[in-house]
Every structure is written in structure tokens, then in C-alpha cells.
């Protein structure tokens, strides 16, 4: 299962973001993980649309999550940060045109394995997977 580069990108921000408590600017993320600002402007619009950053403009503006991390699921993120969840043809009835659908058992397996996934995902949150935000123990 890979997520596409936009959930990538929408992790990242909010990882980025969750242990800075002032605005931040979209520049400074862009540069910390090279990646194009216009892919993270983009990234960082429908973000703030769900809810999950606000966003301050002009001048001394920029973004700052809008919840706590620990009310961020990961699960919850994924399933609206990806378009489509299609792991092969048949996932899609509207494109589908596998002549052994309904007798091929391979549907049923990779859909038990994306449920098993996405499952794993919901069990953690932004402050559970920020390096930052995680309490450090030592053996």
C-alpha cells in the first residue's frame, strides 16, 4: 500500500507543524523537506479547508494546526487525503473490466489487507508519530 505524494505531503506539514506554537511559513516547510512550495501551497489550502491548520494572510501571516495532535487521526488523514483506495481494477466497478471477477478470491484478499491498514493508521495520532511531540525513554 503507498500512499500518494499528497498524503505524504499532508502528513508532513502537520508533523512539521505540531511542536511549533507561532505561524509558520509555507517557505520554511518547502525548504526543510525540498519540496516545491506550489505542491505544499496546495497541500496546505485543502488542509486548512478539513479543518486541520489555520491559515493567517498577509503580511506576518502563515499556518499553524488548528488541533490538538493528539486529536489528529492518522487513519482519519489518509482516507481524506487519498483520492481512491483502487489496489487493482477490480476495487473500481465503474473501470472494471476483469473477466474473472466474483470467481477470483484476490479481491476479498487485498480488501482484508487494506481494512487491516487503514486500522493500524487509525490506532495512531499526529502527536504519537512526531518526533518531537514523543516522550523519549531510555533503557
Do not use: W
Not at 516545491?36 to 478539513?50: G, I
Request: with cysteine; aromatic share 8%; glycine share 6%.
Amino acid at each position: 500500500m503507498k500512499l500518494t505524494l499528497y498524503s505524504d505531503y499532508s502528513l508532513r506539514v502537520l508533523m512539521y507543524l505540531a511542536p511549533q506554537s507561532q505561524l509558520t511559513q509555507i517557505d520554511e516547510i518547502a525548504r526543510f523537506y525540498n519540496i516545491s512550495k506550489n505542491h505544499l501551497t496546495k497541500v496546505v489550502h485543502n488542509l486548512a479547508l478539513e479543518g486541520y491548520i489555520l491559515s493567517v494572510r498577509g503580511r506576518g501571516g502563515g499556518i499553524k494546526l488548528n488541533k490538538k495532535p493528539e486529536d489528529i487521526n492518522i487513519g482519519e488523514l489518509v482516507r481524506k487525503t487519498e483520492e481512491h483506495f483502487n489496489l487493482v481494477e477490480c476495487f473500481n466497478p465503474e473501470t472494471n473490466t476483469c473477466p474473472i471477477i466474483g470467481k477470483c478470491g484476490l479481491q476479498s484478499v487485498l480488501g482484508q489487507a487494506l481494512f487491516a491498514y487503514l486500522n493500524v493508521l487509525d490506532q495512531y495520532t499526529l502527536k504519537d508519530i512526531t518526533p518531537a511531540l514523543k516522550k523519549t525513554t531510555y533503557l
